[in-house]
C-alpha cells in the first residue's frame, strides 16, 4: 500500500469514527499499529489532522483525531487520484480481459 492510499484510509477512517484508537486503527486497516503512529504523526505534523485530549476523560492517553479544513481538502484530493488511478487498472483489467478472452475463444475454433 502507498503512502498516500495509507493517509486516505487513515483519514476516512477517522473522519468516520475520530474516537479510534491507533490500536483500533491499524486492526481495522490492516496495518502495524507503527505503522499507524507514523501515519498519524505525519498527517497531524503537515496539519490534516489534529489530535484533542478528552479533558473529562480519566485516561489522559484517549485522543479525538479530526480532520482539519486543510486536511479535508487533501483528503479530497487523494480521493480523487485514488480513484483515477483505480479507474485505469479497471481500464487496463478489462482490456487484458477482453484480449484473453479474444485468445481464448480464437484457440477454440
Known sequence: MSQDELKLRVMRALESNPNMSQRDLAKHLGVSLGGVNYCVK?????????AGNFARNEDKRVYAYL?????????????????RRKMDEYDALKAEIEQLQAELAGNER
Do not use: Q, Y
Open 67 to 83: 480532520l482539519t479544513p486543510k486536511g479535508i481538502a487533501e483528503k479530497a484530493a487523494l480521493t480523487a487520484r485514488f480513484l
Open 42 to 50: 505525519a498527517l497531524i505534523d503537515i496539519g490534516w489532522i489534529k
